[in-house]
């Protein structure tokens, strides 16, 4: 279990916060590239690492992302009028292109100078993998480019790319992603008497996988193990990447991503890629799409407890309505209840509370992932507030290895990933 003043280094993530900072060296995927899908389109709002901001596709195609409000007397840019390479408040007639510079000031007189001692926060912006990428850091420590994560290599005949809006802190979604214990229950049936083997199910029922966690420097890998009836080992290989991905076994290309909208909220990012250059082709990015990701939701406004709101993807099922929580199936031997794994993932990481208290926590032996991942985090907070940069931040190239899971003979993590390098594209950097 972590401390309490542990707890809240790791999951406040607001402007000036020791999390926060860690968050502003990376770049951060902010928006599915067709959230945003034309030029001088209307603008949609967000929340991001606590900040209320407001982004747009200028006349050119490049996006904006400034400040939620006009910095004269602070009307909401959201309802501005996007055209000719700017947005322009409606209060007053400011506008402001997408590097936040005044260029017109129509209220003042035509010879004043006014607009140009005037700017609206704006942050950087790139667009890699169908994706709308944001930089909030210091600009002398940007990096050359987003993560060179798998699904945003450069010529892939299929990727998709889905996310969808949460209700708890974004460390309670990445702790769900690396603890490979809970998919024996959570996302199982109780076997019923009479039941047949299930064919295509995983090949080891073992509840009590056997973790090992090896740290790298592009965050950590970890390995579950399980026995099959046949005295192999089945093994669950995950990476987990700085600062909040993880690649879970599940396809030829899956990963994960949690961006803390703030504290008491994040978006999950489902990616995935099919690294077969003779895949057949399809769209650069898929909409969000509940055959894919089993969450029907739709786009819609979130209104926060303050007063704030986002234009985002919305869960059908959530925890006003119990996520739809079936007892007659639940009865029947299905684990939860509750259809779809996405949705059995949330109703535990949002029923945890925005905060989960990890004070009063008492973890086990399949919790060395969790574990794991926490002491990288809180090593490279403090180091951070030491002044030692993050490495990973600034080296897109090292995030590349893809998880693994396969039926083996090797009973030791090191081992099975040397003999397997080319199934995890290691990338040769060593292991901490």
Known sequence: ?????????????GPGTPMGELFRRFWLPIFLAQELPEADGPPI?????GEDLV???????????????????????????NEECGLR????????????????????????????????K????????????????????????????????????????????????????VEGDIDTAHISYLHGRRPQPGDAPQAGGPPSRDGQPKLTALDTDYGMV??????????????????????????IPQGPGAQTGWIPVDDHHCIRYNFGWNPDPNAAAAPPVQSFDPKIVQVPGEWGTFTFPDGGVIDTYLPAENKRNLYNRDLA?????????????????????????????????????????????????LALVRDLQ????????????????????????????????????????MTGLAWR
Not at 55 to 81: E, Q, S, W, Y
Not at 339 to 359: F, H, K, L, W
Request: proline residues 7%; hydrophobic residues 35%; aromatic residues 10%.
């Open 222 to 247: 970890y390995g579950g193990r399980r026995r099959t009836e046949s005295g192999d080992f089945y093994w669950r290989v995950t990476q987990w990447m700085l600062p909040m991905y993880s690649s």
């Open 1 to 13: 279990m972590l401390t309490a003043e542990e707890n809240e280094l790791l999951t406040r993530v």
């Open 45 to 49: 709002r967000t929340r991001i690492l």
């Open 122 to 173: 704006a942050y950087p912006t790139t667009e890699l993998g169908g994706v709308v990428w944001v930089y909030m850091g210091p600009p002398d420590l940007r990096p050359s480019s987003p993560p060179r994560l798998g699904w945003t290599e450069p010529g892939l005949a299929r990727r998709s790319a889905v996310k969808w809006f949460q209700e708890c802190n974004w460390l309670q979604g």
């Open 386 to 425: 030491n002044g030692q940069e993050p490495y990973a931040a600034s080296h897109p190239e090292i995030f590349k290895p893809r998880a693994l899971g396969i039926v083996s003979n090797e009973s030791d993590l090191q081992s099975l990933l040397t003999n397997h390098i080319n199934e995890v594209q």
């Open 55 to 81: 982004a747009f596709r200028d006349t050119n195609g490049t996006v904006g992302i400034v400040g939620a409000f006009c910095p004269h007397r602070r009307a909401p840019l959201f309802f501005g009028r």
């Open 329 to 377: 199936l639940m009865r029947g031997g299905h684990y939860t209840g509750i259809i779809s794994i996405p949705n059995q993932d949330r109703a535990m990481t949002e029923g945890m509370s925005y905060v989960c208290d990890r004070s009063q926590e008492h973890l086990g032996t399949t919790d060395i992932a969790v574990i794991a991942a926490r002491r990288r985090l």
């Open 89 to 120: 408040c409606v209060y007053h007639g400011w506008k402001f292109d997408a590097s936040g510079a005044c260029v017109d000031m129509p209220s003042e007189p035509a010879e004043s100078n006014f607009k140009d001692k005037v700017s609206v």
